[in-house]
T-cell receptor, first 114, second 109 residues
Framework: IAGITQAPTSQILAAGRRMTLRCTQD?????MYWYRQDLGLGLRLIHY???????GKGEVPDGYSVSRANTDDFPLTLASAVPSQTSVYFC?????????????FGAGSRLTVL | GQNIDQPTEMTATEGAIVQINCTYQ??????LFWYQQHAGEAPTFLSY??LDGLEEKGRFSSFLSRSKGYSYLLLKELQMKDSASYLC??????????WGAGTKLIIKP
């Protein structure tokens, strides 16, 4: 089934630990995104990539890093997790960055940092 | 600054009509999107408006007024499965989406 796969679905993590959230898409979309969703707030963009080999910072990039070695994969790394990074993380993709930029989302990764 | 405002929660009755409003303020404008998000699930695309007017898609319609920075999502013949959060998002000058916090729609029998 075409779409976006995120892993893990859920994780509890000790503060200070390193964590990588995985995201893979099979739609050959050029653009990929990482958002976090917190209660009472809109989706906030962490990092994005318009095409393989390029990345950019979103609204809330601090404490996170990404890489885009190929079209399909876009992992998000928390180098040293802190409790404020407790959130639901959504990976998304789109086939372009202009016009009707419709996003397809993964199922989300729920991360709890203690 | 950039901002999206929409009501936090609305309640409606099965079979009725509900209108969810959204006002936006962005640097540049590249379209207004509505997404549906059921609890514990990912957002899914509902509609896109870039020109003024009404776009109809089955039971769902979306309206845009660019001069007023205003959009609404109209849901007709409400069904229990329409209970979800509805997210309004506007594309800015860099084609990045600015998201509202979402409107939780509760449908009562």
């Amino acid at each position: 089934i075409a779409g976006i796969t995120q892993a893990p679905t859920s994780q509890i993590l000790a503060a200070g630990r390193r964590m990588t959230l995985r995201c893979t898409q099979d739609m050959r979309h050029n653009a990929m995104y990482w958002y976090r969703q917190d209660l009472g707030l809109g989706l906030r963009l962490i990092h994005y990539s318009n095409t393989a080999g390029t990345t950019g910072k979103g609204e809330v990039p601090d404490g996170y890093s990404v890489s885009r070695a190929n079209t399909d994969d876009f992992p998000l790394t928390l180098a040293s997790a802190v409790p404020s990074q407790t959130s639901v993380y959504f990976c998304a993709s789109s086939d372009g960055n202009s016009g009707a930029n419709v996003l397809t989302f993964g199922a989300g990764s729920r991360l709890t940092v203690l | 600054g950039q901002n999206i405002d929409q009501p936090t929660e609305m309640t409606a009755t099965e079979g009725a009509i509900v209108q969810i409003n959204c006002t936006y303020q962005t640097s540049g404008f590249n379209g207004l999107f509505w997404y549906q998000q059921h609890a514990g699930e990912a957002p899914t695309f509902l509609s896109y408006n870039v020109l003024d007017g009404l776009e109809e898609k089955g039971r769902f319609s979306s309206f845009l007024s660019r001069s007023k920075g205003y959009s609404y999502l109209l849901l007709k013949e409400l069904q229990m499965k329409d209970s979800a959060s509805y997210l309004c998002a506007a594309g800015d000058s860099n084609y990045q989406l600015i998201w509202g916090a979402g409107t939780k729609l509760i449908i009562k029998p």
